[in-house]
């Protein structure tokens, strides 16, 4: 009976190995990312400790091969990332400059991501795990050593963009005072532009110079969807309706613009009437296009002709225009709707591609995809280290044209 257990227990090690060892360096796994090499070295000599203990010596050859063999696929991957990694960041002015132009990504290491900013790198993105520690004081210094760098190098000013929108999406607090939702502020044209003013003051102060706010998807009539964990437009959204959205938003976004910051309409084509997060998981929007025009698209359309906004593009699939591929993906979306028909000419920037919505599709398909378009900036925001798979994807990809 023993014998079966610990048969039954390595078995189930060993498909968990499989599982881990595919999803290396997954987004999820970020968290223990610095020592996840090790943690399943670890791990696999655990397996092999109990595949010892096994005395059918078919079963036990078999367990002992299937851990070496995953052993082999970590290291192998492991050091072609090492490898890659390294031969990026030392390409200064080389073949990847030309991708580096549309990429804004993440960071946490300071010495890196300064290595890629003397790259040309086109922005880095600020949130609370690379700002942890920081005083406003540091934060400042840092962020103009690396417009200094650019500067140096003769390139273009660095992009770098936040999530500063108030209430719960509020990255650079308590860097910078925390401001209540806009959706809470009166509805009166001077109180929007005040807070936009105030709060692009201190984003500029601290060097910041585009902020991926404000929401501009309408409020949703229910509650969140019982997988929603991040998204939760619901208490992010000015209000349900479009002309009261446009109302709040447009002297706020004058406000910020007044500061020197330029905002960011978020997410396209309107997350109201999606359920699914798509940080996690695949999202469609399934609404008929009159109806988006004449409501959730509103908001999107008058304030990117009254405003030099950028627009991000959210990952939902919108089943009206591309029934395949999700709106940061896709070309017919990008050039035969937002382009073409909408007439929007403003900056596109996508929602981080590391999100579940994009990532479980093939990052590579995606990041390609989205490259390919007339999308502006793609964003690489919270699993920074997948920039470099990016650029591989990329500079692949286009060899092969």
Known sequence: MKQRILMLVTGILVSIGVLWCLNLKDPHLLPIRQSEYVLFLVFALFILGAAMGIRRRAIKAILVVCTITLVTMASVEELRFRQAREAIRANLGGEYSTINRRLIIGFNDKAEIKQLVANDIAGVFLTGHNIKGETRQSLTAFLAELQQIRADRGLAPLIVATDQEGGPVSRLSPLLPHQPALATVQTDRESSYLYGYKQGLGLRDIGVTVNFSPVVDLKPEGPPGALDFHSLIATRAISADPAEVVQIAKPYIQG???????????????????????????????????????????????????????????????????????????????????????????????DDLTMGATYNRGFCKSVFQSYSTDIDYLLIAYDYEKYYAAVECIQAHRKTQ
């Open 256 to 350: 910020l613009e007044a500061a020197g910051i330029t905002a960011t309409l978020k997410h396209f084509p309107g997350l109201a009437r999606v359920p699914n997060d798509t940080h996690h998981f695949s999202a469609r929007l399934t609404t008929d296009k009159p109806t988006l025009l004449t409501s959730d698209w509103v908001p999107f359309i008058k304030l990117s002709q009254a405003s030099s906004s950028w627009l991000m593009l959210s990952h939902v699939i919108l089943t009206a225009i591309d029934p395949d591929n999700p709106v940061s993906t896709s070309s017919l979306v990008v050039e035969g709707l937002i382009r073409s028909e909408l007439g929007i000419t403003n900056p596109l920037v996508t």
